[in-house]
Each structure stands twice: as structure tokens, then as C-alpha cells.
């Protein structure tokens, strides 16, 4: 199915697998979004889950954008698994782009907010929201490519 | 990226008439904003009961646009939606702001 520039392949109706590709782009992220929350609709999450989830799949993919992909690099692949489990839901994201500095995702500590008013940041805020809202935050190195692994869980 | 202004008394209102402050639309948002309060109202009150949802790049748009209206002059945020809310009381954003549940909260809380 070709909707908005994002493929979404989904078997049953009810908790199978979402598979969603993007080319890396700003707009292609927000509609991979919009295409992921539609595919959980049979899951009748709640506001706050969408929140949490939707915050943290944007974080994950700004971040392939601005650094996998660089302004200057061609753009390349994005995808996106979604997986429902007993406690959550289980996310792989995978591109083709350059690798995490050092081989490892940031720590994603809290922005120090006890500094002078010009000095109040204006980033870094996005690792520590993956970190703090996901589970076992996983970062692979793959044949080339990188590969994001981490859990939600539900309330329900 | 739409924004309205209108003033009242000192205060200027500024309401974002947009779903999303997203990566997408980050720089917009700040070039906007900077236009927006470029006036010089003493504070400003950002609407953002529009909003469903921001992202970290939003959330620096929202702070470089309070850093370039200067330390004398105050950005106070009003209507904030739940997923909005989530990222500045997680980031402890709302520390830094004056954040107020509706704008007509954020208009009595200041006026004079």
C-alpha cells in the first residue's frame, strides 16, 4: 500500500507486525508517524501511549535524518518494524547511513538547566527523552548499517 | 507555520495555528516567532492549545525564540495537550517557563 511516501505491509488486522519505509526527509518522518499510529488503531491506545510513542519513534528517526543522513550525504532507506508483545510493543529501526560516533548511542543525560539564560539549550534533548520513555535501548553496527532496537511498554 | 498575534494591553498573544512544531517546521516556527515578537511586548503569551505535538527540535525552537526575545522580556506558554506537556515536564522545561493550563489562566495570572 503507497500512502504519503510511506509502504505499510500489514497482515491481520489485530496485533501483527508493522513494517513502515521512509526515504530519510523531515516530512517522510512525520508520515511514517501518522502511517505507525494508524497501524496501532486496532490496539485502542490511549492518549498518553500515543504520546510516548510517537514522541520517541520521532527522536529515533529525526536523529537518522540530521545524522545518519546528513545535510551534504544522499539521502537513503529508513524502516521501521513495530512488533506487539504480552508487555509492549517491540521497535528495530534500520538506515544505511553513517554510524553512531564511537559505536554507541549517547547517553542521553538530562540538559543542565542551571546556566545563565543565553546558555539555555536549544538541543540534546532527544536521547534522553529515547532513554527515558523506552526500554533496553539496543545500537548495532550491522553490515553497513545501523540498527535501533527498543521496547514500550503499555499500560494496558 | 501560522501564527496570530494580538495584543492585550502589554501583553501580546501569540497563537500557534498549527497540529505539529515538529523537525519539519523547527526553523519556521523560529523565524516566525522572531517576527511575531519583534514588537517588544514585555511578555508574550504562546498560545499552543492548537499543538498535538512537538518534538526536541520544537522544544529548541520554543527556547531559542525566548533566548532572542532577551532576558528583561518573558515567554510564558499557555494550553498546553497532553503530549506537549509530557515534553516539557519531562525535559523540566516547564521550569524555565511560566506554563499555564489555558490562556485564560495565562491572561489572569498576569494581569496587572
Redesign the interface.
Given at each position: 500500500m503507497q500512502h504519503n511516501g510511506a509502504q505499510i505491509v500489514q497482515g491481520q488486522p489485530k496485533a501483527t507486525d508493522v513494517h513502515i519505509s521512509i526515504t530519510s526527509g523531515e516530512y517522510a518522518v512525520r508520515d511514517a508517524l501518522s502511517d505507525l499510529l494508524e497501524a496501532l488503531r486496532p490496539l485502542m491506545l490511549d492518549v498518553e501511549e500515543k504520546g510516548t510513542i510517537e514522541l520517541v519513534l520521532a527522536e529515533a528517526m529525526n536523529n537518522i535524518v540530521e545524522h545518519a543522513y546528513p545535510p551534504g550525504d544522499q539521502p537513503g532507506p529508513i524502516s521501521l518494524t513495530c512488533t506487539p508483545e504480552a508487555d509492549g510493543l517491540r521497535f528495530l529501526i534500520k538506515d544505511t547511513g553513517r554510524p553512531m560516533p564511537n559505536g554507541v548511542t549517547p547517553i542521553g543525560l538530562p540538559v543542565d538547566l542551571n546556566v545563565d539564560f543565553n546558555d539555555l539549550p536549544e538541543g540534546g534533548f532527544g536521547w534522553f527523552l529515547i532513554k527515558d520513555l523506552a526500554k533496553d535501548v539496543v545500537y548495532h553496527r550491522v553490515d553497513e548499517a545501523n540498527q535501533l532496537t527498543f521496547r514500550l511498554s503499555l499500560a494496558s | 507555520m501560522e501564527l496570530k498575534s494580538q495584543q492585550n494591553g502589554t501583553m501580546q498573544i501569540v497563537s500557534v495555528h498549527s497540529a505539529?512544531i515538529?523537525?519539519?517546521v523547527a526553523i519556521e516556527f523560529k523565524d516566525a516567532m522572531r517576527q511575531a515578537t519583534d514588537s517588544g511586548s514585555p511578555i508574550v503569551i504562546l498560545d499552543l492549545s492548537e499543538v498535538d505535538?512537538i518534538?526536541?527540535?520544537g522544544?529548541?525552537?520554543i527556547?531559542?525564540s525566548?533566548?532572542h526575545m532577551g532576558?528583561d522580556r518573558s515567554l510564558v506558554l499557555a494550553g498546553l495537550t497532553?503530549?506537549v506537556d509530557?515534553?516539557f515536564r519531562?525535559?523540566?522545561?516547564d521550569?524555565?517557563f511560566g506554563v499555564f493550563p489555558t490562556l485564560q489562566n495565562a491572561l489572569d495570572a498576569h494581569a496587572a
Open positions: - | 505539529r515538529d523537525a519539519a505535538f518534538d526536541s527540535s522544544l529548541g525552537a527556547v531559542a525566548m533566548k532576558r497532553p503530549t509530557k515534553v519531562l525535559t523540566r522545561m521550569s524555565v
